[in-house]
């Protein structure tokens, strides 16, 4: 099964979806995009719960744009779950069901055994969801259409449910879109993510390729990176450029072709800056390394947000730290440091623009 | 300067005054003046002679032509109304409120000048009137009368409380049915229509006991065959008050009724 969208456009006053292109293999395509950004237009498109301006949707060839929502073969778990509240679970699932057996094959799956004969008042964020996704399945969908559907759980369910539904995509083997805010539910979940903005697509690709080589600021902020200086590209070699930033010149391997302007937006994720202690020894030898002042530290719980003042240039890089290497280096406000930066972990993004 | 005989904040003063007190009360009042002419018209009749008086030819004549005509003024408005409910439920914009309005329209116009309305498209001397006096079935002081007068008054009802009805189901839910494959018609069927049941109840309820008490614009276009409402008007002009009871009590029992209909099964629209 393949899902093809070309050329896709709904205006909705203010607000212009599109156009977009997008092909969806069998896989899982994490949509992630900040609330507003059209994340739920796109799956009401390709669901038939809204009809595109102009544009084709394909499935294996087959248009969907014109056929009613019910002919598409098309499944969609909504946010909330959009449970029959009238009907228990087993009604539920049940109903959509394709042969009787579906059902408790369903229940045994997503674990349901418990709660088949309850009604969806009465059941917590997380069955309700389980519910919801085992009533989309009973259909044998074509295509399958999640709608942020861990965003109202408390954070241990959403994890153990996230842990589930990797090991459920693994097995259904149909375009799969997942529709998060997040970006750990989209780097978890998807084998490709694509990310929304402002009713465009601006960028689709593999999780490590969106978070260590955005192809804007927008992607690389909105996927926690805030280390985005403006730079000038100096020097080009056939694998590798030189970037002066501030007064530091830095040496940063990258194919040519990718940057094309002097300009440039220097990217380095926070969790590919190494910090050191002064005086330790080299290690990489082709690695940047420069001198810094930790100038404000924050425990997050797994690891330690680091602050450091670049010495010559006013540039404050933001860093990762694990807390062993927290503890070792006894790091504290004030604590000189030497960061070191490898030449694969700066991206150039062309431009400076937001 | 002197406070001490001003009330406080909460409204009790010196006096033992406050304004609870005074929504009772006069709350209470209002109540007694629903309540006490109710019980004053069983207590008037001993109850054995009205008993009596049911089997009169007038009241079970009357009756009869009001439970038939109401019940099919009551499916007419339910039939036509659904539809148009559920339309409205689910659009938005200029032409959904000019509808709305017109829907509106027969519960805000005084019966008796909905009466004249309708003489005028189905009265004998109109087009219509003539074309169906013609054809043996006369829209005038027939059984027909009644229920174009009843249907005319009493459908809104059906259409503004299951208009709510249907709003209050989350369309979310239609659509979650209709990606399961299922039509619009079975999504209606087991979706919509459960979930939005006690609230076209309630709007069904209320269209027959307004059919069942139409007066105005029934004496109008069908003073014949004579409805409950238009034989108690006939027993009190012609015989006094007194003969007027039977039908009366009648159909303080058929609102009861349809009170307990809309406190049970049905969601009462005003709760």
């Not at chain 1, 109202?152 to 805010?181: C, M, N, Q, W």
């Not at chain 1, 680091?306 to 890089?317: Q, R």
């Not at chain 2, 299922?182 to 027959?208: D, E």
């Amino acid at each position: 099964m393949t899902l093809e969208l070309s050329g896709v456009r709904k205006a909705y006053g203010q607000f212009d979806f599109g156009p977009v292109d997008l092909t969806v293999e069998e896989e899982v395509l994490a949509v992630l995009g900040p609330s507003g950004s059209g994340k739920t237009t796109l799956l009401s498109l390709i669901a038939g719960i809204v009809a595109p301006d102009s544009g084709s949707i394909r499935l294996d060839g087959r248009e969907l744009v014109g056929l009613p929502l019910e002919d598409r073969r098309v499944g969609m778990v909504f946010q909330e779950g959009a449970l029959f509240p009238h009907m228990t679970a087993r009604e539920n699932i049940a109903y959509a069901a394709t042969a009787s057996d579906r059902v408790d094959e369903l229940a045994t799956l997503l674990e349901l055994g418990d709660v088949l004969d309850r009604t969806p008042p009465t059941l917590s964020g997380g069955e309700r969801q389980r519910v919801a996704l085992a009533r989309t399945l009973a259909t044998d969908p074509d295509v399958l259409l999640l709608d942020e559907p861990l965003s109202s759980l408390d954070a241990p369910i959403r994890k153990r449910l996230r842990d589930e539904l990797h090991g459920l995509f693994e097995s259904i083997e149909i375009p799969t879109l997942y529709v998060t805010h997040d970006q750990r539910t989209a780097t978890a979940l998807g084998d490709r993510i694509a990310i929304v903005r402002d009713g465009d697509l601006e960028q689709v690709g593999s999780p490590s390729t969106v978070l260590t080589r955005p192809t804007s600021r927008f992607v690389a902020r909105f996927t926690g990176n805030e280390n985005l200086f403006d730079g000038t590209v100096i020097d080009r070699t056939t694998d590798g450029a030189t970037v002066r930033l501030g007064e530091r010149d830095l040496q940063c391997r990258t194919t040519a072709s990718d940057i094309h302007t002097s300009t440039v937006t220097v990217c380095i994720h926070p969790s590919r800056v190494g910090i050191e202690a002064p005086c330790a020894a080299d290690g990489d030898r082709t690695a940047n390394t420069v001198t810094g002042t930790v100038t404000r530290w924050l425990n997050e719980g797994s690891e330690y947000r680091i602050d450091i003042e670049i010495e010559a240039g006013p540039i404050t890089l933001a860093a990762n730290v694990r807390p062993p290497t927290f503890e070792r280096l006894a790091l504290e406000n004030g604590s000189e440091v030497r960061v070191v930066i490898a030449q694969d972990s700066i991206h150039l993004i062309p431009g400076r623009e937001e | 300067m002197a406070t001490g005989s001003h009330p406080n904040r909460s409204g009790t003063g010196t006096f033992g005054f406050d304004w609870l007190s005074v929504a009772l009360v006069l709350g209470g009042v209002l109540l007694l003046y629903y309540v006490v002419p109710l019980v004053s018209l069983f207590l008037s009749v001993p109850a054995g002679e009205v008993l009596a008086r049911m089997n009169d030819p007038t009241v079970v004549d009357s009756a009869t032509t009001s439970l038939l005509s109401a019940s099919i003024s009551t499916v007419v408005a339910t039939l036509f109304g659904l539809p148009l409910a559920y339309w409205l439920a689910r659009t938005d914009g200029a032409v959904t409120k000019v509808v709305l309005a017109v829907v509106v329209l027969p519960l805000v116009l005084p019966p008796t000048v909905g009466g004249i309305v309708l003489l005028t498209v189905f009265g004998p001397t109109s087009p219509l009137g003539e074309a169906a006096i013609a054809a043996g079935v006369p829209l005038t002081r027939s059984l027909a009368g009644v229920v174009l007068a009843q249907t005319f008054v009493a459908s809104p009802f059906v259409v503004v409380t299951a208009k709510a009805a249907f709003e209050s189901v989350d369309q979310t839910l239609e659509y979650a049915s209709r990606s399961l494959g299922k039509s619009r018609w079975t999504t209606a069927r087991n979706v919509t229509l459960p979930l939005a049941g006690p609230g076209i109840l309630a709007g069904i309820t209320l269209a027959f006991a307004r059919a069942i008490g139409e007066f105005g614009a029934t004496m109008m276009l069908a003073y014949y065959p004579r409805t409950m409402p238009v034989q108690i008007w006939v027993a009190f002009i012609e015989l006094g008050l007194d003969t007027a009871y039977p039908v009366a009590i009648l159909l303080v029992l058929i609102a009861a009724a349809a009170l307990l209909i809309l406190n049970t099964v049905a969601t009462n629209p005003w709760e």
